[in-house]
C-alpha cells in the first residue's frame, strides 16, 4: 500500500568475525537500528569511538511510526551534524485544534518563541528519520553497519559482555567492552539477561492510518476529537508528515476486533466521516496498536547500558517514546567515553541510571495523565472530563486542563549529583541540572545559535559587556581551561558587537539580540558551566577558576 | 492564618440559600447529569481558589471523610 516512501534494502555481509573465524572484542556494540541506537551511533563515531551496530532486519522503519521529533532531539541531531535533512522534510504546524462530539471546543496558535535554531517539533515519519541517521554511518570508518544480525546469545563478563549473533550465513561469537541496548520494547537484551520491565497494557486498542491527502489546500493543523460523531465515545487525531501524508489515530475502545477494523471497507468510511465526504484521499499504511506503560528499574547493569524503549515506554501521547530514548543517548555516550578513557570514574555512569530513570519517571506521569484525560475509566472521571471540555468553549480558564499530550521537552534534573548547587542569586535562566537554552549570536557578523557552539566537550559561557573588559588573568585561566585533561572551552558573549571573531583563541561572539543574557538571566561577568551534553551543571555570576575547575570535576566524576 | 491553608471554619454568608441554589441546580436532572454539572462547578470554584496546596488539602479533607455505614 505504501507509495511514497521507497525501501532501500541494506545488505548483509559477512562481518570480519565470521571472514576470519576470530572472536573479536570491540570497544562498543550498539543493538538494534531503530532512532535511538542509530543516535547512539551518530554520537560515538562523532566522539572518535569505533562502533558496531547490530540489527536484525535490513530497512528502515516499516511505516510512519513515531512521528513527532521534539525541539530537544532536534538540537541533539543538529550536534550530531544529522539535521538539516529532517528540518527540510519535516513539517511543522502551529494551529491546533479541539472538538468535543460535533463542535469546535477552541483553537490555539503555538507562535513559536522566536531566537531558537530550532521549532518546539517536527512531524517527520521515522523512516526518513532513520535514512538520515544512517547516510553519515554509511561510509564512516568508524562505523560498522551490519544488518540481518540477530543478537541471539549474551554471556556478561566482567569487563566485556561476550555476544552470540545469528546471520543469514550462520552464527558467530563476538565481545563488546559495553554493550549499549536499544533494541526497542521488546528487547532481545532485556530477555537474555532475564532483567524486570515493570508496568501494565493498557486494553485500549487504537487504529493508526495514514493517508495521502489528494485535495489541495488542506489545512496544515492539528485537530484532536474528543467522543466525535464519527467515532463516539473515544478520541481521534489528524496531523501532518512528510509528503502530504497525515496521520490520523481513532481509538477504538478496548473490546475492537483488531482484525476486521483494519480492513479498508471499515477504515475508509471512518475517515470520510472524519474529513468530510469532499476531501479526496488514498491510504498509505494501516496498522493497529496498544500501548505499555512500563520500565525497567535499573537501566544500567554491569556493561550493559539500556535506552529508549528497551528500558521503558509509554502511550504515545505527547511523543515521549523516541525523544525520550534520544535524550538518554544524549546523557549517556559523552559519560561512556569518559569512563572508557580512564578519566572518569563509575559514579559518572550510574549518574546516567539517575538522571535517565528520573526522565523515565516523569515522561510516564506526564503520559498517564494525558491518557486518564483522553480515555476516563469511571463515570465520575468522564463527567470531570466532560465538564472541562464543555466549560472550555466559553471560558479560557478550563483551557490548560485539557490534555490530547503534553509534548516532549528536556527533563531537569535538580537533584542530579552531577551538579553544583547555586550559591550566586540568579533571577532566571536554566538551573544546574537543566538543559542550555538557545539564542541568537553573530560571530564577525555571521548569525549563528549559542546551542550550535556548545558540546562534546564542558563548554563556559562568559557573558561580557565588552570583551576589552576581561582582565588578561582571566583570559589565560580560560586558556588553561581549554587545555586540561577534561577541557573546558568558553565562548564569550558580548552585549556589544566585538571587533573581532576571537579572544587570544577564545570565541567571540555578539548577543545581537540581547536574548542571551536575557535568557540566562546574566549580568556582565556571569559564568555558565555546560556538559558536553549541553546540560548546565553550575553557574555564577563572577568567574573563578577554582570554582568551576571543581564543578567540572564533580559533573565529570573525575578519578583524581 | 498563611493563603495556603484550606479554610474548613463556618465562612457561608447565607448558607440556606447557598444550598437551596446548589438543590436547585440538581432540580430535574439525571444522575449523569448531575454529574456533569456537579464537574462544572467544582472545577469553576476550585479555578477561584486557585492555590495548588489547597486545592489539595480539599481533596485530602474529601478523601478522609469517608462515609460511616
Known sequence: MQRTYQYEVFPFRPSPEQRTG???????????????????????????????????????????????????????????????????????????????????????????????????????????????????????????????????????GEDHVHLTVETPEGVYETEAEWLIAADGARST??????????????????????????????????????????????????HRQADNVWRIDMQLGRHADVELEQR???????????????????????????????????????????????????????????????????????????????????????????????????????????????????????????????????????????????????????????????????TGGPIPGGPATDAPLTRAGEPTFLLKQLGYTFNGILFVERPEEIPEAMLADLQELAAQEVPIRTRIVAAQPPAQAELQGIPLFHDVAGLARERYAAQPGAFYLTRPDQVVCARWQRFQRNLVEQARDRAACLVR | MPETTLQTEPRLQEPDLFYKSLAQLHAGLTPEESLLVNSKLLLVLANHIGDHQVLLQAIDLVKSNVSTD
Open chain 1, 22 to 156: 576470530q572472536v573479536m572484542r570491540h570497544p562498543v556494540i550498539v543493538v538494534g537500528a531503530g532512532p535511538v541506537g542509530l543516535t547512539a551511533a551518530n554520537d560515538l563515531v562523532r566522539q572518535g569511538i569505533p562502533v558496531v551496530l547490530l540489527d536484525e532486519d535490513d530497512k528502515v522503519s516499516l511505516g510512519s511510526r513515531a512521528i513527532c521529533f521534539a525541539k530537544r532531539s532536534l538540537e541533539i541531531f543538529d550536534r550530531l551534524g544529522c539535521v538539516e535533512p529532517m528540518r527540510r522534510k519535516g513539517i511543522t504546524w502551529n494551529v491546533g485544534r479541539v472538538f468535543f462530539r460535533d463542535q469546535e471546543v477552541y483553537r490555539f496558535n503555538l507562535l513559536p518563541e522566536e531566537g531558537h535554531a530550532h521549532p518546539a517539533f517536527i512531524n517527520l515519519q521515522q523512516y526518513y528519520l532513520e535514512e538520515y541517521l544512517i547516510q553519515p554511518l554509511r561510509d564512516h570508518p568508524l562505523a560498522d553497519l551490519r544488518w540481518r544480525n540477530r543478537l541471539v546469545g549474551l554471556e556478561p
Open chain 1, 189 to 238: 537484551t532485556r530477555k537474555l539477561l532475564g532483567l524486570d520491565y515493570e508496568g501494565r497494557l493498557f486494553q485500549e486498542k487504537f487504529l493508526i492510518t495514514d493517508v495521502v491527502m489528494k485535495t489541495a489546500d488542506f489545512p496544515t493543523e492539528r485537530w484532536f476529537w474528543f467522543d466525535p460523531p464519527f467515532n463516539p465515545g473515544y478520541s481521534a487525531l489528524l
Open chain 1, 264 to 426: 479498508p471497507e471499515r477504515v475508509l468510511p471512518r475517515i470520510r466521516a472524519m474529513l468530510g465526504e469532499d476531501i479526496d484521499f488514498e491510504l498509505e499504511w494501516i496498522s493497529i496498536y496498544s500501548f505499555h506503560s512500563r520500565r525497567m528499574e535499573r537501566f544500567l547493569h554491569g556493561r550493559v547500558l539500556f535506552v529508549g524503549d528497551a528500558a521503558h515506554i509509554v502511550s504515545p501521547f505527547g511523543a515521549r517514546g523516541a525523544n525520550s530514548g534520544i535524550q538518554d543517548v544524549d546523557n549517556l555516550i559523552w559519560k561512556l567515553k569518559l569512563v572508557m578513557e580512564g578519566k572518569a570514574g563509575p559514579e559518572l555512569l550510574e549518574s546516567f541510571n539517575f538522571e535517565r530513570t528520573r526522565a523515565a519517571a516523569e515522561n510516564a506521569f506526564h503520559t498517564e495523565t494525558s491518557t486518564e484525560f483522553i480515555s476516563p475509566d469511571t463515570p465520575g472521571q468522564l463527567a470531570l472530563r466532560n465538564a472541562v471540555l464543555e466549560l472550555a468553549r466559553e471560558h479560557e480558564f478550563a483551557r490548560p486542563l485539557i490534555n490530547s499530550g503534553r509534548l516532549s521537552t528536556a527533563t531537569v534534573v535538580p537533584d542530579s549529583p552531577l551538579n553544583t548547587p547555586d550559591r550566586d542569586p540568579f
